[in-house]
């Protein structure tokens, strides 16, 4: 069986809109279970499977994410191609609350995390191309389809992926900052990478959630408030699900 497209969806997208022919399947893998089911359907003839990372009633915190067993899942599925849907607070100017970009670098600040799948005994180790940490042909199909859709995203960015589930210090995104980050999020590594070692095509999809502390710059630093950050995530991830209708079109 062959998928069109894998989506993982993260904070704020539980499920995915408009998908027909539903079934949900429980994935074992060597990894242990995945996030949640995993939803195989149909959107506009195509197939695509959805994954919740947090599970659906967001029971799961950025750093107990089995991402493994979520990208190993989607593979043995038949995924080729995986989107990332990633709340993120925003550090760029452009970058605001409810903007949506799709990254192109990130900066990877996790730490105790399973990153790999080159992580026992005798398995071959394999150091994967990671310059470009996002699939080039992906991307440019997220950046058309979004354009043909009629939805305005910022094509590039760097990621920086904090370890939560504590949002950051004025401090740590000042030092974010002049590391070259533009946005910052808990979840997208090493879901990036895993899916690199498995020859996976991925792309993200950041949905900006709040400005990131102490941010935009300059400012005084208002506290960042939970009830806001979930009504700008919810009026933004409105605009994921006509973005992959388009691309999968
Ligand atoms: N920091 C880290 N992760 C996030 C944020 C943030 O400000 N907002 C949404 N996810």
């Not at 915190?61 to 080729?80: E, M």
């Not at 900052?177 to 095509?201: F, H, I, Q, S, Y």
Request: proline share 6%.
């Amino acid at each position: 069986m062959s998928l069109d497209l894998a989506i993982i969806g993260g904070t704020g997208l539980y499920n995915f809109p408009g998908l027909e022919k539903m079934e949900k399947r429980t994935v074992e893998t060597p990894y242990g279970p995945a996030s949640d089911a995993i939803t195989l359907g149909e959107l506009g003839g195509k197939r695509v499977a959805f994954l919740a990372r947090h599970a659906s009633g967001h029971s799961i915190p950025p750093h107990r994410i089995n991402y493994r067993a979520n990208v190993w899942a989607l593979h043995s599925l038949g995924a080729t191609r995986v989107l990332g849907v990633n709340a993120v607070g925003g550090i760029r100017a452009d970058m605001g609350p409810r903007a949506i970009a799709v990254p192109d670098q990130i900066i990877d600040y996790t730490h105790g995390r399973l990153t790999s799948f080159c992580d026992a005994d005798g398995v071959k180790v394999e150091h994967i191309d990671f310059t470009e940490p996002y699939s080039a042909g992906l991307r440019s199909a997220v950046l058309a389809a979004a354009q043909r859709a009629g939805i305005a995203v910022v094509d590039g960015g760097c990621y920086g992926a904090t370890q939560g589930p504590r949002l950051e210090t004025r401090a740590e995104i000042a030092r974010m900052r002049r590391d070259g980050c533009d946005l910052v999020g808990m979840t997208g590594m090493p879901e990036a990478a895993l899916a690199r070692e498995l020859k996976l095509g991925y792309a993200c999809l950041a949905v900006v959630a709040n400005w990131a502390a102490g941010c935009p710059q300059g400012n005084a630093a208002p506290e960042i408030s939970l009830p806001e950050i979930f009504a700008h995530l919810e009026a933004a991830t409105a605009k994921i699900p006509p973005i992959v209708s388009a691309l999968l079109s």
